[in-house]
């Protein structure tokens, strides 16, 4: 039986080849790969690119053509291919283990999330371990479409075969009981760009729940002293805005201003 | 709405001697608290206390806490109400909300304004959370919740204990667990030092408590709730040492790592508040009188700065006087109970090395 793309759903070993850019390409710097072999009506790649590395298409079901010189591996393109289609390779960063690694940079839909430094299983197209690999980066932010991208460390040699994660039953550490973030998922928000309590509170309602910041404000503000490498202290807490712990709307709604439950009847 | 002199949030040892000094200039005052009875954490702290006859020194917690709720009870101008949480404090026109606990959890709770001419806030602390792996498992506690289990609600926590943190919290309740018939395995501290009193510490050691500072958790583990717990040695720089993994077959971890301040109705009021490691986090700026930037509103005990409960009792003396002088109340030789307190608070503060009152100083007005 022909192992084709159609019945397995893992592209051959040529269609994998045909979506990576010649060598010289790759010995520039970080370039999308995308893995997009069959026509169906999908454009995103195409319209988000701000460069127009991506070939505009012509009818919609266009598949997918890079303009390898107008890419700079800025990964946008990752987080909005509703096929998880896209991956970015590096194989000009600067290994400071010294050892010949690329970097791969992934779009990884699952909780949890790793943590940088963390080892995780680098799987092929099939899903079978190929390599332990290193995290080097976990990306979050507001406008990443909910598409967390991790960056992973693996030898050269196996860049062509490394095509997804699988993490280790992974002891969580929590930071926020309330709303279930662990601290890979507030460390990949940092990496994105948050730089406050508050802007954290908005995209991930850190600090909103029953506990109202108590647990998780203090760890989150000295995450974000060591990353920002600033004090505790210069960093705001966050707004407190009354009331110190969620109330029903509707038990307000009958308030009776009338009423004088704590007093001895003087309204 | 209510209208009451001197609302009081908290009747913790703070609160408590805060109303009955603002009761006994002839204050009307009202102490909402949050718990089902008055007298906060005091009432779970079996161990004589430290401090001096004023502070009430050699007396257990939960008997102080009966002896300041006697004098209170003398003062029919102090009402006291329970299951009630100060909720809100609104800057705009100076009323505070405040949620009333049904009778049972099916009641629903009702709600309350109050129009005070000054407030106390005395809200304490609540424990400082720890990240590690394993941190949300079943058995993994803070301190103080195992001590409430143990000696408010007579429930045994666990079987074998790894104790996070040689604070006097630490200390104090690996001792408690012990007298509970629990096994204490270690107590470890990432500081090179035991922080709390050596004389605490001393007590472990003859019981054959190993106590290993310079070792944190590396993590926690179990399959549904826990049952392993590695510690590590950590370097000069704080880091963990591979190698060095310890691991114990523990059922409960108890994180003991310090307070923050429970400061979130003074943000809500507008007060200055000032980051203050030493104190625990953020606490408001206030004078001696312990009145924040806010007129009519003072502070009082662990959310004023985190100390032990002795000081908390004499900082709530002073703003129970400074609220009623505020009032327009004539406060009886307020002079020289000023001094007193305030000379109290000289001599407790100095057992910590400074940092106390290097931390006071930096918050005062």
């Not at chain 1, 992973?152 to 279930?180: F, P, W, Y």
């Not at chain 2, 109970?337 to 100095?350: I, M, P, V």
């Amino acid at each position: 039986m022909d192992k084709t793309l159609e019945k397995t759903g893992i592209p051959t070993t040529e269609q994998v080849e045909s979506a990576f850019p010649p060598q010289e390409r790759l010995d520039e710097g970080a370039v999308a790969i995308i893995e997009c072999f069959q026509r169906i009506p999908c454009n995103p790649c195409a319209t988000s690119c701000p460069r127009g590395a991506i070939v505009p298409f012509e009818d919609i079901n266009d598949t997918p053509v890079i303009k390898n010189e107008n890419c700079n591996g800025c990964t946008l393109c990752i987080t909005k291919c509703p096929g998880l289609a896209i991956m970015v390779v590096d194989t000009t960063w600067k290994d400071p283990a010294g050892l010949d690694r690329a970097l791969i940079k992934l779009p990884y839909e699952f909780r949890p999330l790793p943590a940088v430094g963390d080892e995780v299983i680098a799987t092929d197209r099939a899903g079978a371990f190929v390599t332990k690999a290193e995290v080097v980066q976990v990306l979050l932010n507001h406008a990443m479409n909910k598409v967390p991208i991790v960056t992973i460390a693996v030898e050269k040699s196996l860049m062509r075969t490394v095509r997804g994660i699988h993490l280790d039953a992974r002891q969580r550490a929590v930071v926020c009981r309330c709303n279930d973030l662990d601290e890979a998922d507030i460390a990949a928000y940092i990496a994105g760009g948050a730089t406050s309590i508050d802007e954290l509170k908005r995209v991930t309602r850190l600090g909103m729940g029953p506990c109202q910041g108590r647990n998780c404000v203090p760890i989150v503000q000295g995450m974000l002293a060591r990353t920002l490498g600033v004090p505790v202290a210069e960093l705001s807490p966050g707004t407190y805005r009354p009331t110190v712990k969620s109330i029903a709307l509707g038990d307000l709604a009958e308030y009776d201003s009338a009423r004088d439950e704590l007093g001895d009847g003087e309204k | 709405m209510i209208h009451t002199d001197l609302l009081i949030c908290g009747a913790g040892p703070a609160g408590l001697c805060a109303a009955i000094e603002a009761g006994a200039a002839g204050a009307n005052v009202l102490v909402l608290e949050r718990g089902h009875a008055p007298g906060g954490q005091l009432v779970k702290q079996t161990h004589m206390f430290f401090g001096s006859e004023k502070q009430y020194a050699s007396y257990r917690g939960f008997d102080i806490s009966d002896i300041l709720l006697a004098q209170m009870k003398e003062m029919p101008n102090i009402k006291l109400v329970c299951n009630t949480t100060v909720l809100a404090a609104y800057s705009d026109d100076g009323i505070w909300t405040a949620e009333i606990a049904g009778q049972t959890p099916n009641d629903k709770p009702r709600y309350e304004k109050i129009l005070p001419k000054a407030v106390i806030v005395a809200t304490g602390a609540s424990e400082k959370p720890l990240l590690f792996p394993g941190n949300d498992l079943p058995g993994v506690y803070g301190a103080g919740a195992v001590q409430t289990l143990m000696n408010q609600y007579g429930i045994k926590p666990a079987s074998r204990v790894v104790m996070l943190g040689a604070g006097n919290i630490g200390l104090i309740v690996s001792y408690q667990l012990m007298q509970a018939g629990v096994d204490v395995l270690a107590v470890c501290d990432a500081a090179p030092h035991i922080g709390g009193y050596l004389v605490h510490a001393s007590k472990l050691a003859r019981m054959g408590v190993p106590i290993m500072t310079s070792h944190s958790v590396k993590r926690a583990e179990g399959d549904g709730k826990l049952d392993r717990v590695t510690l590590w040695e950590l370097d000069e720089n704080w880091q963990g040492i591979a190698g060095t993994e310890k691991v114990f077959a523990a059922d409960a971890l108890c994180v003991a790592v310090g307070l923050s301040p429970l400061s979130e109705l003074l943000w809500q009021a507008g007060a200055e508040m000032l980051y203050v490691p030493a104190l625990g986090g953020y606490v408001p700026y206030r004078d001696e009188n312990l009145r924040t930037t806010i007129p009519s509103i003072f502070v009082a005990g662990d959310v004023a700065g985190v100390e032990e409960a002795s000081s908390a009792m004499v900082t709530g003396r002073l703003a129970g006087l400074g609220a009623a002088q505020y009032l327009g109340y004539d406060v009886i030789a307020l002079e020289a109970k000023k001094e007193d307190c305030l000379g109290q608070l000289q001599s407790l503060r100095h057992g910590h090395g400074g940092r106390i009152l290097e931390g006071i100083q930096q918050a005062s007005l």
